[in-house]
Structures are given as structure tokens and as C-alpha cells.
T-cell receptor, first 109, second 116 residues
């Protein structure tokens, strides 16, 4: 079993829909990261969370430390949100990142 | 502008021909790392460096070397590339927030390597 599990692996939505991507982890962490990767492009850090909730524009990230679970929400989705969203957790002596395998999101107009 | 740069962005090479992928960051970060990304496997750490002259193996170090002679540079060296090293490679760097809770990670644009 992977230490970081994301669901769903693939997600297709219509423009304007509310989207939720989930991440569960099984290790102790100091922080959880949500990353965005566009096709053929680099990786951008969206959020880093150690507790609670963060919001940036239409993106909201929450984390429940007790349940070892995080969610990434996209409100009023748009085709430009189409990307791979990656959850990663950091911990241990070197704060090494462990990555989920990503969620491929396609938002159709 | 804060950034991590990698070169080259694309490389096609043949088995056994030594190559180096350069990585440089302008944020004075202590920690730098290399990852490879393969379909279905996600990002896996190859090597990391906590500071100048301090490097250590990640999860998949076989077939790779690194060096950290300067704080800003962290090149990845493939002494004798093989087809199973065909992958998308990312360099990353980070600082540490003063509250000790975590850090923000900056990624380079990626290098797509094909070994034939």
C-alpha cells in the first residue's frame, strides 16, 4: 500500500462544477503539499498545510491531521484548471517529500 | 524572480554516453533534490543535498551521481545512461520556514530524457 493515496486517479468535470480531490496518507508528517502540473509543464506549489484550511482564489485546501486526510477543492472550475494535481507529504529528519501518483483533471467547456 | 533552472529541457542520447543535467537556484536555499517522474509511479527522489558538500541517496539512486560544490548548483550526472533511465527529471530546492512546520518547495521546469 502506498504511503500517499490520491482519489480519484482521473476526473472529468464540466466547466463551473465544484471539484474535490482527496489525499490520504499513512505516515507522520510535518506538512502536506498540493502541487499542480500542467501537461508538458513544470510543477507548481499550490498549498502547504500543517493544519486547518487555506484558500487561494478558487482553490481551497483542507487537512485533518487526526484522520490523516486532505482535500483540494476547486470552485467554479474552468478549462484552464485542467492539470495533474499531486499530493505530497513531508516528514522525518530530512523532511523528505513522499508523493501521491496524482489526479488527472480535465475540465470541459 | 525566484526560480530553479534546469538544462537541457529535452535530451535524446544513446546508451553509455555520459551526460550531465544542470540545476541552479537563485534563492539561497540549502536543500536541493532531484526527482524522476514515471507514469503510474509518481515522483521519486534520486538524490538530495542538505547543503554544500553534503549529499545523500534518495529512493532510486542507482545509475546516478550528484555533486554540490556551490550552494546554487546541483548537477545530476549519468555516467553510463541506460534505457531504463528514460524519464522526466525535476530538480527542486527549498527553504525552511522559521516556525519549523514545513517548507515551500520550488521545482525546476523538468528535463525530458530519452536513452536509446
Amino acid at each position: 500500500k502506498n504511503e500517499v493515496e490520491q482519489s480519484p486517479q482521473n476526473l472529468t468535470a464540466q466547466e463551473g462544477e465544484f471539484i474535490t480531490i482527496n489525499c490520504s496518507y499513512s505516515v507522520g508528517i510535518s506538512a502536506l503539499h498540493w502541487l499542480q502540473q500542467h501537461p508538458g509543464g513544470g510543477i507548481v506549489s499550490l498549498f502547504m498545510l500543517s493544519s486547518g484550511k487555506k484558500k487561494h482564489g478558487r482553490l481551497i485546501a483542507t487537512i485533518n491531521i487526526q484522520e490523516k486526510h486532505s482535500s483540494l477543492h476547486i470552485t467554479a472550475s474552468h478549462p484552464r484548471d485542467s492539470a495533474v494535481y499531486i499530493c505530497a507529504v513531508g516528514g522525518g529528519a530530512t523532511n523528505k517529500l513522499i508523493f501521491g501518483t496524482g489526479t488527472l483533471l480535465a475540465v470541459q467547456p | 524572480e525566484a526560480q530553479v533552472t534546469q538544462n537541457p529541457r529535452y535530451l535524446i542520447t544513446v546508451t553509455g554516453k555520459k551526460l550531465t543535467v544542470t540545476c541552479s537556484q537563485n534563492m539561497n536555499h540549502e536543500y536541493m533534490s532531484w526527482y524522476r517522474q514515471d507514469p503510474g509511479l509518481g515522483l521519486r527522489q534520486i538524490y538530495y543535498s542538505m547543503n554544500v558538500e553534503v549529499t545523500d541517496k534518495g529512493d532510486v539512486p542507482e545509475g546516478y551521481k550528484v555533486s554540490r560544490k556551490e550552494k546554487r548548483n546541483f548537477p545530476l550526472i549519468l555516467e553510463s545512461p541506460s534505457p531504463n533511465q528514460t524519464s522526466l527529471y525535476f530538480c527542486a530546492s527549498r527553504r525552511r520556514f522559521t516556525n519549523g512546520k514545513g517548507y515551500e518547495q520550488y521545482f525546476g521546469p523538468g528535463t525530458r530524457l530519452t536513452v536509446t
